[in-house]
Structure formats: structure tokens, C-alpha cells
């Protein structure tokens, strides 16, 4: 074999075990908040996300009370596929309020785990001012 030929196949077997990595992530990611909507069926949920272009990434969860109080903090960061998320327990139990004023959210420490909060807590702002309707949520009905 050619060495160019070596070389695509390395490429490729490169590629396939990338596409397996992203794959386990994301099966993380969506188990994770299967297991937070089914434990927890009233209130808000927010994720927000920061891409690290030669740093860590960093995805945050948040999971509000309908009176917005803060039960679970949960963050990912890393820079491999095989990162989890860790529960942040000193944010859980404040008001959201709170932790728009916080200094650690203000990026003092981490700003990536800062961004992605505000970009979370923008989810649930949003989340929260669309009006609740009866019936099945963007299904179009027909009118006869």
C-alpha cells in the first residue's frame, strides 16, 4: 500500500472513532435531561453552552421551580468527549435572581461557566414569558 493510501485510512479510522465520541456525549447529554424532566415535571429548565476553541467547552443546566428557585446546577466542561456533568450544589436552593447578581456569575473565576449560566437563564426568561395554551404546542390545526 501506498503511503497516501495509509494515510486516508488512518484518517478515516480517526474520523469513525470521533463520530463514536460525539455519539456517547450526546447520549450523556440527552440521558441527563431525561432524568431531569421525568424527576422534575413543573418549573423551567435552561441549558446554555459555550464552545472552547482551544479551551475547555462548557455546557450549564439549570432547573428552576415555578417560584424560580434554583434545584439543580448542573455543569460539563472539559475538552474530551468523555467530560460529565457535575452537580453544583452551592447555586442550588437560591432564588434566580440571586444568581444573576452573583460574582461568580459575573465571570470572575470561570467566564465560560458564566456565559453559558446567562445563556441558560435567558432559556428560562424565555421560556417563562410565552403564553401557556391549551393543546398540543406547535401543532398547526386546520381550519375547516
Do not use: C
Not at 89 to 118: N, Q
Amino acid at each position: 500500500m501506498a503511503m497516501w493510501q495509509w494515510g486516508l485510512l488512518a484518517l478515516g479510522f480517526l474520523w469513525a472513532l470521533q463520530s463514536l465520541g460525539v455519539w456517547y456525549q450526546m447520549r450523556h447529554y440527552s440521558d441527563v435531561m431525561k432524568g431531569i424532566t421525568s424527576k422534575y415535571n413543573d418549573g423551567f429548565v435552561g441549558a446554555g453552552n459555550v464552545r472552547g476553541r482551544f479551551g475547555k467547552g462548557v455546557i450549564v443546566l439549570i432547573l428552576v421551580t415555578p417560584d424560580l428557585t434554583i434545584q439543580r446546577f448542573l455543569v460539563m466542561s472539559g475538552r474530551s468527549v468523555f467530560a460529565k456533568f457535575k452537580r453544583r450544589t452551592e447555586f442550588e436552593g437560591i432564588s434566580l435572581d440571586a444568581l444573576r447578581t452573583d460574582p461568580v456569575m459575573a465571570g470572575v473565576e470561570e467566564p465560560a461557566m458564566a456565559k453559558a449560566a446567562e445563556r441558560a437563564i435567558e432559556q428560562i426568561d424565555k421560556a417563562r414569558a410565552e403564553p401557556t395554551r391549551p393543546g398540543l404546542i406547535g401543532i398547526k390545526a386546520v381550519n375547516a
